[in-house]
């Protein structure tokens, strides 16, 4: 069982910025999708952003685009999440989720390909 841990989560205002990172025992990048999601309060989890198999394409939510970049480091088997300019409502428990399976172009945005999680790293943003 692929064990993953997020860091990187704080209170911050409107504006700020915050760097997510995941790892974990055993997690090694490069075959299959892995992918940022957020639960925001009382809504469902969803997808932030996503690398699609093998690192073949990107993948962001349009309201986070040219805001956040989801990025890998190989060599640390560690993926990460620079999120700029942060908002109110980007505000939610960040999540990070690997496949089991290689996926292709945004399936890396479904919830349900996801495979493996971690327990969440809290993200509030001030006004």
């Known amino acids: 069982q692929l064990q993953l841990v997020e860091s990187g989560g704080g209170l911050v205002q409107a504006g700020g910025s915050l760097r997510l990172s995941c790892t974990g025992p055993g997690f090694t990048l490069g075959t299959y999708a892995v992918g940022w999601f957020r639960q925001a309060p009382l809504k469902e989890r969803a997808a932030v952003s996503c690398?699609?198999?093998?690192?073949?394409?990107?993948h962001y939510i349009d309201s986070v685009k040219g805001r956040f970049t989801i990025s890998t480091d190989n060599a640390k088997n560690t993926m990460y999440l620079q999120m700029d300019n942060l908002k109110p409502e980007d505000t939610g428990v960040y999540y990070c989720?690997?496949?089991?399976?290689?996926?292709?172009?945004?399936?890396?945005?479904?919830?349900?390909?996801?495979?493996?999680w971690g327990k969440g790293t809290q993200v509030t943003v001030s006004s």
């Open positions: 989720g690997v496949a089991s399976r290689e996926l292709v172009g945004t399936r890396c945005l479904h919830v349900h390909n996801m495979a493996y």
């Open positions: 690398i699609s198999s093998r690192g073949s394409s990107t």
